[in-house]
């Protein structure tokens, strides 16, 4: 049973910041594309990072520069690290598994992935 856990939320002020985690388990880690989303209130959830299996990423432009998405297979644990964080990145932010080898150019679209998290909420103050 896949199950995706994330943590490392919190509130910060303009211009911290933190690093998400997301532990992974029920499946083998390392063989699949996962990405980052968010979703703030009223809003629609949105991409910001996405992986391949072999280390490959992708990036919201809106984060470009500022996040980075990384994987420990090891530990079997995916990474959001969040710098310069703004007010505009207030949200939930998910952890999602995509059952594919590579992320292949829809690493940013909530369609593409079969597995979610619970979610760890970022609140930015200004």
């Known amino acids: 049973q896949v199950q995706l856990v994330e943590s490392g939320g919190g509130s910060v002020q303009a211009g911290g910041s933190l690093k998400l985690s997301c532990a992974a388990s029920?499946?083998?880690?390392?063989?699949?594309?996962m990405g980052w989303f968010r979703q703030a209130p009223g809003k629609e959830r949105e991409g910001v990072a996405a992986?391949?299996?072999?280390?490959?990423?992708s990036y919201a432009d809106s984060v470009k520069g500022r996040f980075t998405v990384s994987r420990d297979n090891a530990k079997n644990t995916l990474y959001l690290q969040i710098n310069t964080l703004k007010p505009e990145d207030t949200a939930m932010y998910y952890c999602?598994?995509?059952?594919?080898?590579?992320?292949?150019?829809?690493?940013?679209?909530?369609?593409?992935?079969?597995?979610w998290g619970q979610g760890t909420q970022v609140t930015v103050s200004s």
């Open positions: 999602a598994l995509r059952w594919r080898l590579k992320c292949a150019g829809v690493g940013l679209w909530k369609a593409a992935y079969s597995y």
């Open positions: 029920g499946y083998t880690y390392n063989t699949y594309c």
């Open positions: 992986i391949d299996n072999d280390g490959g990423t």
